[in-house]
Antibody, heavy 120, light 108 residues
Framework: QVQLMESGGGVVQPGRSLRLSCAASGFDLRSFGLYWVRQLPDKGLEWVAVISYNGNDKYYADSVKGRFTISRDTSNNTLFLQMNSLRPEDTAVYYC?????????????WGQGTLVTVSS | EIVMTQSPATLSVSPGETATLSCRASQSVNSYLAWYQHKPGQAPRLLIYGASTRATDIPARFSGTGSGTDFTLSIGSLQPEDFAVYYCQQYHSWPRYTFGQGTRLDIK
């Protein structure tokens, strides 16, 4: 059974850093793309970042490029999102998700999310 | 960026009836369209992909239609557990996915 569980959220001041983790189980991280998606307050969902099944390709939304870094540890089945230079507009619930297969496919599994609040 | 617009924002329907939710893309996404169900505090669940293919273990009362720019999710014989927020997502511009703002399905 595929499971994804995020952790690491919290309250952080603007300009500071935070690292989110996503513990994965029930599948091989080396076979699927892994994503971070966020839900901004009172707004819809926004794709944030993706790492390919082989770890070689990483893509970022323009809103986080240069500040956020996606990575993974296949030996511990964990996905990460390093968030630097945080801004109030980064306040959101952050979800990790797995794709149905690498390429133009939807997400077939999501975590329950972790809340990040950027505020002074 | 492909903008996805869902309507209505809120839909009130009685249990046992049919709910019809709409999603429109700002440009053609062919059939690269998915629907998700999201309940508070839970992980979103994939319902439909390829505009009309039900995901694993999704009941037949959920059906999706459309292609190009206009899509519909129909939920027949509404059950109490179906009341949630529903999102459409285009993956035509993978990996730069975009989502609709969501339709909240309420019990009437």
């Amino acid at each position: 059974q595929v499971q994804l569980m995020e952790s690491g959220g919290g309250v952080v001041q603007p300009g500071r850093s935070l690292r989110l983790s996503c513990a994965a189980s029930g599948f091989d991280l080396r076979s699927f793309g892994l994503y971070w998606v966020r839900q901004l307050p009172d707004k819809g969902l926004e794709w944030v970042a993706v790492i390919s099944y082989n770890g070689n390709d990483k893509y970022y939304a323009d809103s986080v490029k240069g500040r956020f870094t996606i990575s993974r540890d296949t030996s511990n089945n964990t996905l990460f999102l390093q968030m630097n230079s945080l801004r109030p507009e980064d306040t959101a619930v952050y979800y990790c998700a797995k794709d149905l297969r690498w390429g133009p496919y939807p997400f077939d599994s999501w975590g329950q999310g972790t809340l990040v609040t950027v505020s002074s | 960026e492909i903008v996805m617009t869902q309507s209505p924002a809120t839909l009130s329907v009685s249990p046992g009836e049919t709910a019809t939710l709409s999603c429109r893309a700002s440009q053609s996404v062919n059939s690269y369209l998915a629907w998700y169900q999201h309940k508070p505090g839970q992980a979103p669940r994939l319902l439909i992909y390829g505009a009309s293919t039900r995901a694993t273990d999704i009941p037949a009362r959920f059906s999706g239609t459309g292609s190009g720019t206009d899509f519909t999710l129909s939920i027949g014989s509404l059950q109490p557990e179906d009341f949630a927020v529903y999102y459409c997502q285009q993956y035509h511009s993978w990996p730069r996915y975009t989502f609709g703002q969501g339709t909240r399905l309420d019990i009437k």
